[in-house]
């Protein structure tokens, strides 16, 4: 049986970046992955600008100047400035090419027409030189760079309205069981509401992943694999959710093998979600989780995500790992490594009951999972503890 560590080791080295590239508007590209440098096209700032609202001065060496025009933001007339003379100035605006300085308006006293230092002013002060941010020509942002709400407006205050990223996989989710029914129907004897489908793709959504597609496959061989063979061809990842495990009515395992899937690794010495199994065909990622929702969601988060965030370019791609303290006791019952629903507040950390995989209420208050590997057998108050946050 794989362990933990080797399988997130295993899910890394068989999972490769994409090759696929698409050009985005810079306002949609929120969480993508720069697929080659960005270029600057312009100085920034493109001319001397002010930094204050203020007095713009043809000298450093007097006390009082006379005022002689006005120069605001957007304005592109570059007024005449001499020695002795002032302008009046606002943050943003165009510094007349024969200023020295601009002093802060709350620094001068104005007499008449006069403008009177209160202290001297030095050369270049509050001005913004000319590309100080960068210039025309270096790199803005370089290849593989995550794109955040900052580095949106950093390209769009350079003017540029297209980037060009590494294309998101397209996902498909694959839901088996015959006793599985779509939420707000009546449930006969025998039933349960289908709930991995819609918490996997919130759960992608959440992540950044919109291109996804669902299929509901009943619990025969011949079905699964021909659901399988298509979902192969047409998407870059496919997860599985249910039968993968040995029951008399688990085909998906069977048909994956039978298709000329190529295994990785099938089950993993972790609690919950042991019946994991990942596999790659061509280009395509496979990931059948178990189909308890609270195993599902765990392998999801710690091998999925992972796996997704390195497709899309990400170079670091696992959820945060911290330690917080223990503010209670718990005991390992077996000897797997247990990846347990907590929360975590003023770096205290507690385990929640109802840790069973078939439960998600636990993971619905958790903002934290616990991870404990193998050799802990149990945890006191005080004891430092492993968490990855959730997203």
């Given at each position: 049986?794989?362990?933990?560590?080797?399988?997130?080791?295993?899910v890394?080295?068989?999972?490769?970046?994409?090759?696929?590239?698409?050009t985005?508007?810079?306002?949609?590209?929120?969480?993508?992955?720069?697929?080659?440098?960005?270029?600057s096209?312009?100085?920034m700032?493109?001319?001397?600008?002010?930094?204050?609202?203020?007095?713009?001065?043809?000298?450093?060496?007097?006390?009082?100047?006379?005022?002689?025009?006005?120069?605001?933001?957007?304005?592109?007339?570059?007024?005449?400035?001499?020695?002795?003379?002032?302008?009046?100035?606002?943050?943003?605006a165009?510094?007349?090419?024969?200023?020295?300085?601009?002093?802060?308006?709350?620094?001068?006293?104005?007499?008449?027409?006069?403008?009177?230092?209160?202290?001297?002013?030095?050369?270049?002060?509050?001005?913004?030189?000319?590309?100080?941010?960068?210039?025309?020509?270096?790199?803005?942002?370089?290849?593989?760079?995550?794109?955040?709400?900052?580095?949106?407006?950093?390209?769009?205050?350079?003017g540029?309205?297209?980037?060009?990223v590494?294309?998101?996989?397209?996902?498909?989710?694959?839901?088996t069981?015959?006793?599985?029914?779509?939420?707000?129907?009546?449930?006969?004897?025998?039933?349960?509401?289908?709930s991995?489908?819609?918490?996997?793709?919130?759960?992608?959504?959440?992540?950044?992943?919109?291109?996804?597609?669902?299929?509901?496959?009943?619990?025969?061989?011949?079905?699964?694999?021909?659901i399988?063979?298509?979902a192969?061809?047409?998407?870059?990842?496919?997860?599985?959710?249910?039968?993968?495990?040995?029951?008399?009515?688990?085909?998906?395992?069977?048909?994956?093998?039978?298709?000329?899937?190529?295994?990785?690794?099938?089950?993993?010495?972790?609690?919950?979600g042991?019946?994991?199994?990942?596999?790659?065909?061509?280009?395509?990622?496979?990931?059948?989780?178990?189909?308890?929702?609270?195993?599902?969601?765990?392998?999801?988060?710690?091998?999925?995500?992972?796996?997704?965030?390195?497709?899309?370019?990400?170079?670091?791609?696992?959820?945060?790992?911290?330690?917080?303290?223990?503010?209670?006791?718990?005991?390992?019952k077996?000897?797997?490594?247990?990846?347990?629903?907590?929360?975590?507040?003023?770096?205290?950390?507690?385990?929640?009951?109802?840790?069973?995989?078939?439960?998600?209420?636990?993971?619905?208050?958790a903002?934290?999972?616990?991870?404990?590997?193998?050799?802990?057998?149990?945890?006191?108050?005080?004891?430092?503890?492993?968490?990855?946050?959730?997203?």
């Amino acid at each position: 049986m794989t362990s933990v560590e080797q399988a997130i080791r295993l899910v890394n080295k068989y999972t490769k970046t994409t090759e696929k590239t698409t050009t985005i508007a810079v306002s949609a590209s929120i969480g993508s992955v720069l697929a080659k440098d960005i270029v600057s096209p312009i100085n920034m700032p493109p001319f001397r600008q002010s930094a204050m609202d203020g007095y713009a001065l043809g000298s450093v060496e007097e006390k009082s100047f006379s005022l002689v025009g006005e120069v605001q933001a957007g304005d592109n007339t570059d007024p005449n400035i001499a020695k002795g003379e002032a302008i009046r100035i606002f943050t943003g605006a165009p510094v007349p090419s024969g200023a020295k300085a601009v002093v802060m308006q709350e620094k001068v006293i104005i007499d008449n027409n006069t403008v009177v230092l209160q202290e001297a002013a030095s050369l270049d002060s509050n001005i913004r030189p000319e590309g100080e941010q960068i210039k025309k020509g270096e790199i803005a942002l370089a290849k593989g760079t995550v794109i955040t709400p900052a580095g949106i407006g950093y390209l769009a205050t350079l003017g540029i309205t297209h980037v060009e990223v590494y294309q998101k996989p397209s996902i498909a989710i694959i839901a088996t069981g015959n006793e599985l029914i779509p939420p707000g129907q009546s449930l006969q004897h025998g039933q349960i509401y289908e709930s991995n489908s819609v918490m996997l793709s919130t759960a992608l959504n959440a992540s950044g992943f919109s291109n996804i597609e669902f299929y509901k496959v009943e619990d025969e061989y011949n079905a699964t694999k021909t659901i399988l063979e298509k979902a192969l061809q047409e998407y870059d990842v496919v997860l599985i959710s249910g039968g993968i495990s040995v029951g008399d009515y688990d085909f998906a395992g069977k048909a994956l093998r039978d298709i000329g899937v190529e295994e990785i690794f099938y089950k993993v010495k972790q609690k919950p979600g042991k019946p994991l199994f990942f596999a790659e065909k061509d280009n395509t990622t496979i990931f059948a989780l178990p189909g308890n929702p609270a195993s599902s969601l765990s392998c999801f988060y710690i091998y999925v995500i992972p796996a997704l965030l390195k497709i899309s370019g990400y170079a670091e791609n696992s959820l945060p790992r911290s330690t917080a303290i223990s503010d209670g006791t718990y005991i390992k019952k077996g000897e797997r490594a247990e990846f347990l629903k907590a929360t975590v507040k003023d770096q205290k950390v507690t385990i929640l009951d109802g840790q069973a995989s078939s439960m998600l209420r636990s993971f619905a208050l958790a903002n934290v999972i616990v991870y404990l590997p193998e050799e802990v057998t149990e945890v006191g108050p005080g004891d430092a503890l492993q968490i990855i946050n959730l997203p």
